[in-house]
């Protein structure tokens, strides 16, 4: 049920109407006519799974402070925590059906903060037209925390799971790697980024403040990619994690990894900032592997999604990641901040 | 995924390995084997739903110092963000299928914190049969804030609705009522409750802390009942939603409300507190409306789960809801603090 915030000390009684009217007049509609919302009027939501599909469930929390700065607009914290979901919804190669929103507003943001980050919502509801089934809002004494989970569903059979790689995959990743930690850079005045043209920094702090889930790719690889996640926690971090869950090591040749222009622009300035592309977070690329014969059917796909999607690599026999450039020799990633003088 | 609690500023890299063991050894195993968990290290789970079920998914937060206070054992924390969840879906007449737990972890409560957290998870995982299968975990700058998504599944058309009520329908109500506003009374040291005994004390308070979800009794009432919720705001305003809901009234009568032995002790010392019985909230017993012929079916069914069922008014033409004592005449509820005088 989306409740009202409560602010009473233990949950019992003490609901201001006040705020009951705002939240159901500004959440009602996000519900976009599905049935199932029941209005956010029930207990629950309903769902009916189409034959043949499976669910695909996901939850993740923002936190102010921790995730997006207080400061931050409403409206985006509300498309990052509805986005960094349906990322991962996609990552399983599922469609998205709908979400569930826990929202807990600080008493301090007043209904203006609450409007925009409605606005924002409603805003994504329609974009990916996944309508909110459900949810909670509370009034919390700390900062905003906002939990979204998204149900989505997939063939049976067809769901991306990390651990189906197998050796002599090619190793694929969607758009561009590092935007996102080098624009973080720039909202904290990194030096090292200081030179960077206006339209630059623009384009990377955009790409930290709003992830682009491949929502339509994922559901398109299903059935095609042997393995996939999305890149939440950097190339190599998520590499790893498909390399634990499946056995395997992988080598990723730099000089093939996808960059933008204003990227490449940072890298030219300072190259010590491959460090961030190879372990900087926040991409929400979907990083997959496939057998060699699939890689040009997947390439082409992505572009009627209007992406791209790069071979960058090769799942290999062993354990570890390997990182090579071009046809030179492939040496264990060192990690840490070493990575600098590759 | 159930990721470790990150610490950087933006989200950024900067996890904590240390942390990202404890809590995959901590929360791994509470996926209890459910194959779809995926071990809880992929970005969703997957689920099948039976053949002419549907998905009920329902998602609710609970934030320390709102809705339970900070010093409360963590454990018992762990079970309330579970149970209140799980009062959702069996309120919609559906078994639960598994949760998923976004927990935000003080950096104050350090590992003890959340270790106890964990363990009450897992006593109520298993003593649910309901598996973790997915979630989040962050160190919050704020106070501990877990959001619970709890799926289930119903068979389709058996969803227990809240609009479902129909006029001349018996009102019938699981367990007993009051016990635990009255037990967070206990809880402040309310002094209308000083003189009670220390066993009803306790009994109250723990009903209070530990919600008893109707979980077997929620799928047996799918098709029996025609609406249904549970009490989470307190009688009265949770039947108002079944009234709004279902556009009709309701009599409630007063001397049929079932109450505990300690309720009926604290009434007898303080009548006024009848106020708590009607208006307090987080009973989480089942209320819920059917035709007159099913009735002792269903108190029968009750039974067979442990339970009390007790009819305590009917659904009537108009909008309000009414109160009458036994035969006398039925008077529209007045809310606020007015219903002392019944």
Same mark, same amino acid.
């Given at each position: 049920m989306m409740s009202s915030p409560e602010d009473s000390g233990g949950g019992s009684g003490g609901k201001g109407r006040g705020e009951f009217g705002l939240i159901a007049e500004l959440f009602a509609?996000?519900?976009? #006519?599905?049935?199932?919302?029941?209005?956010?009027?029930?207990d629950a939501a309903i769902l009916s799974l189409p034959k043949g599909y499976r669910l695909v469930a996901t939850t993740d929390a923002v936190v102010a402070g921790v995730h997006f700065l207080p400061d931050d607009p409403p409206d985006l914290v509300a498309k990052k925590a509805v986005r960094v979901n349906l990322s991962d919804v996609a990552a399983m190669g599922a469609e998205p059906m709908g979400i569930l929103v826990a929202a807990c507003f600080p008493?301090?943001? #007043?209904e203006a903060w609450i409007e925009a980050f409605a606005r924002g919502l409603s805003e994504d509801v329609h974009a990916y037209n996944c309508p909110v089934l459900g949810g909670d809002t509370v009034a919390t004494p700390g900062p905003a925390t906002i939990t979204v989970t998204a149900l989505g569903c997939a063939p049976a059979g067809g769901e991306l799971r990390r651990d189906g790689a197998k050796e002599g995959d090619v190793l694929m990743v969607t758009g561009t790697l590092g935007d996102a930690a080098l624009g973080l850079k720039v909202c904290r005045g990194d030096p090292a980024l200081a030179g960077l043209s206006e339209t630059h920094k623009a384009f990377l702090m955009d790409r930290y403040r709003l992830p682009r889930p491949r929502v339509s790719f994922g559901p398109v690889l299903s059935g095609m990619a042997r393995s996939c996640l999305d890149v939440s926690d950097g190339l190599i971090g998520d590499l790893k994690h498909i390399c634990e869950n499946s056995h395997l090591g992988a080598e990723v040749d730099l000089e093939a990894l996808p960059l933008s222009d204003a990227a490449r622009a940072a890298l030219d300035a300072a190259p010590v900032l491959l460090g961030s592309v190879l372990c900087g977070g926040d991409d929400y690329e979907l990083l997959f592997t496939l057998p060699e014969e699939r890689v040009e059917q997947v390439r082409a796909a992505a572009v009627r999604c209007g992406l791209t999607a790069t071979p960058i690599g090769r799942m290999v026999a062993g354990s570890e990641v390997f990182v090579r450039r071009g046809a030179g020799p492939a040496e264990p990633f060192a990690g840490g901040t070493s990575w600098s003088h590759y």
């Amino acid at each position: 049920m989306m409740s009202s915030p409560e602010d009473s000390g233990g949950g019992s009684g003490g609901k201001g109407r006040g705020e009951f009217g705002l939240i159901a007049e500004l959440f009602a509609p996000l519900a976009i #006519g599905h049935p199932g919302a029941l209005h956010l009027k029930d207990d629950a939501a309903i769902l009916s799974l189409p034959k043949g599909y499976r669910l695909v469930a996901t939850t993740d929390a923002v936190v102010a402070g921790v995730h997006f700065l207080p400061d931050d607009p409403p409206d985006l914290v509300a498309k990052k925590a509805v986005r960094v979901n349906l990322s991962d919804v996609a990552a399983m190669g599922a469609e998205p059906m709908g979400i569930l929103v826990a929202a807990c507003f600080p008493k301090e943001g #007043g209904e203006a903060w609450i409007e925009a980050f409605a606005r924002g919502l409603s805003e994504d509801v329609h974009a990916y037209n996944c309508p909110v089934l459900g949810g909670d809002t509370v009034a919390t004494p700390g900062p905003a925390t906002i939990t979204v989970t998204a149900l989505g569903c997939a063939p049976a059979g067809g769901e991306l799971r990390r651990d189906g790689a197998k050796e002599g995959d090619v190793l694929m990743v969607t758009g561009t790697l590092g935007d996102a930690a080098l624009g973080l850079k720039v909202c904290r005045g990194d030096p090292a980024l200081a030179g960077l043209s206006e339209t630059h920094k623009a384009f990377l702090m955009d790409r930290y403040r709003l992830p682009r889930p491949r929502v339509s790719f994922g559901p398109v690889l299903s059935g095609m990619a042997r393995s996939c996640l999305d890149v939440s926690d950097g190339l190599i971090g998520d590499l790893k994690h498909i390399c634990e869950n499946s056995h395997l090591g992988a080598e990723v040749d730099l000089e093939a990894l996808p960059l933008s222009d204003a990227a490449r622009a940072a890298l030219d300035a300072a190259p010590v900032l491959l460090g961030s592309v190879l372990c900087g977070g926040d991409d929400y690329e979907l990083l997959f592997t496939l057998p060699e014969e699939r890689v040009e059917q997947v390439r082409a796909a992505a572009v009627r999604c209007g992406l791209t999607a790069t071979p960058i690599g090769r799942m290999v026999a062993g354990s570890e990641v390997f990182v090579r450039r071009g046809a030179g020799p492939a040496e264990p990633f060192a990690g840490g901040t070493s990575w600098s003088h590759y």
